[in-house]
């Protein structure tokens, strides 16, 4: 067990450039989660995945966000035209199953910089 | 909606202190609790958790009760030791498991 995994751990992108993410998943884990953390604030929730299917978004999600677990295993978390606003911890986590009250294992994030 | 109030920060306490950090819930229903930390430079470790009224989750000498009546899950431990300075988060999650977090609470243990 290596834990939840996400590269690249850092990104300095321009603004108006496009993205994208990768989570690794403590393997069979059929639960997947991204998060978003802001400068001292906790995280907060964007959507998951129960294996390949896209089960929930927040309404933090805009149109330029999209995300997908094409085999159930690794997702990856792209984001179109990035703003200044986008800029921020992307956190993605892990749970077993859909029991309620699973752990979820956070990996370390993706520290994303929108100049 | 569902969300989580716990106590601001940061707090500053010398070592071998009592530590209590107050968490408050609003939810719909009956959410399982969780107190997630971040040490510097670290990702997210769960600390301890609750699943339902009265449970009592403890580790690392740290506990919290679920308390259905006042809706809190305060984080306590009798004696911190200046290795416990991290950013303290209370969470939250229903049945969709989509967890809420507490803006957290940065301790600070001095020797």
């Known amino acids: 067990d290596t834990g939840v995994s996400q590269d690249p751990r850092h990104k300095i992108t321009k603004r108006g450039q496009n993205v994208t993410f990768r989570c690794d998943p403590i393997?069979?884990?059929?639960?997947l989660y991204w998060y978003r953390q802001t400068l001292g604030q906790g995280p907060e929730f964007l959507t998951y995945?129960?294996?390949?299917?896209?089960?929930?978004k927040s309404r933090l999600l805009s149109d330029r966000f999209s995300a997908e677990r094409p085999k159930g295993s690794f997702s990856t978390l792209e984001i179109q035209r990035t703003e200044q606003g986008d800029s921020a911890m992307y956190l993605c986590?892990?749970?077993?199953?859909?029991?309620?009250?699973?752990?979820?294992?956070f990996g370390p994030g993706t520290r994303l910089l929108v100049l | 909606g569902n969300s989580v109030t716990q106590m601001e920060g940061p707090v500053t306490l010398s070592e071998e202190a009592f530590l209590t950090i107050n968490c408050t819930y609003t939810?719909?229903?009956?959410?399982?609790l969780f107190w997630y930390v971040q040490y510097p430079g670290e990702g997210l470790q769960l600390l301890l958790k609750?699943?339902?009224?009265?449970d009592k989750g403890s580790n690392k000498g740290f506990e919290a009760t679920y308390r259905k009546e006042t809706t809190s899950f305060h984080l306590e431990k009798g004696s911190v030791q200046v290795s416990d300075s991290a950013v303290y988060f209370c969470?939250?999650?229903?049945?969709?498991?989509?967890?809420?977090f507490g803006a957290g609470t940065r301790l600070t243990v001095k020797p």
């Open positions: 939810a719909t229903g009956y959410p399982s």
């Open positions: 995945f129960q294996n390949e299917a896209q089960l929930e």
């Open positions: 969470a939250l999650t229903l049945l969709n498991n989509d967890m809420r």
């Open positions: 609750a699943t339902k009224a009265d």
């Open positions: 986590a892990s749970s077993l199953g859909p029991q309620t009250g699973e752990t979820q294992y």
């Open positions: 393997s069979e884990h059929n639960r």
